[in-house]
T-cell receptor, first 111, second 118 residues
Framework: SQQGEEDPQALSIQEGENATMNCSYKTSINNLQWYRQNSGRGLVHLILIRSNEREKHSGRLRVTLDTSKKSSSLLITASRAADTASYFCATDEGYGNKLVFGAGTILRVKS | EAGVVQSPRYKIIEKKQPVAFWCNPISGHNTLYWYLQNLGQGPELLIRYENEEAVDDSQLPKDRFSAERLKGVDSTLKIQPAELGDSAVYLC????????????????FGEGSRLTVL
């Protein structure tokens, strides 16, 4: 089963533009995480936001979390061609001790 | 520091044949995970090991899939016999323990083994 639903499924932007991806989930969580996956590679952890946090920054990444709406967004500012990848949100579904991933957003940054 | 190592990277087999995937986690990581990733989807957990004990294998199709983690280090995932629907990427991941994943997100993935069943 997949907990998170990412939106949009695919996003194509020009280098230098900002990219925003959204994630919605179904159950209560302790935290929400975002991962990146380059084509043909494994997933790489980007950022974790706890349920009592509303916003978090890491370099060009900004993550927000709205637990009342059960949703999160990932903003990548000043995108680069190297940001081209799939981005997945993951939650500890129902306070469980495993991560449940969404279906992901495919981001393409054109140079 | 070496990351999570998986082999083979690619495997093509005929249906009904057996196949095995191997994973070497990051040194010192007690928790090892096998995930299944279908095309266009996120990873889905198949099994999680704490040292050599399988603590969550509820999503592992036990009629044809098996896994082991002898001595609590390397792990092998086997499919016998393979079916057409098993074509996917099998990802291995490791963490110091589950708490570090929950608290810091320190879950490290290998590059995956892509299986094609003909």
């Amino acid at each position: 089963s997949q907990q998170g639903e990412e939106d949009p499924q695919a996003l194509s932007i020009q280098e230098g533009e900002n990219a925003t991806m959204n994630c919605s989930y179904k159950t209560s969580i302790n935290n929400l995480q975002w991962y990146r996956q380059n084509s043909g590679r494994g997933l790489v952890h980007l950022i974790l936001i706890r349920s009592n946090e509303r916003e978090k920054h890491s370099g060009r990444l900004r993550v927000t979390l709205d637990t009342s709406k059960k949703s999160s967004s990932l903003l990548i500012t000043a995108s680069r061609a190297a940001d081209t990848a799939s981005y997945f949100c993951a939650t500890d579904e129902g306070y469980g001790n495993k991560l449940v991933f969404g279906a992901g957003t495919i981001l393409r940054v054109k140079s | 520091e070496a990351g999570v190592v998986q082999s083979p990277r690619y495997k093509i087999i005929e249906k009904k044949q057996p196949v095995a995937f191997w994973c070497n986690p990051i040194s010192g990581h007690n928790t090892l995970y096998w995930y299944l990733q279908n095309l266009g989807q996120g990873p889905e957990l198949l099994i999680r090991y704490e040292n050599e004990e399988a603590v969550d294998d509820s999503q592992l199709p036990k009629d044809r899939f098996s896994a082991e983690r002898l001595k609590g280090v390397d792990s092998t995932l086997k499919i016998q016999p393979a079916e057409l629907g098993d074509s996917a990427v099998y990802l291995c991941a490791s963490s110091l323990n589950w708490a570090t994943v929950a608290n810091t997100g320190e879950l490290f993935f290998g590059e995956g083994s892509r299986l094609t069943v003909l």
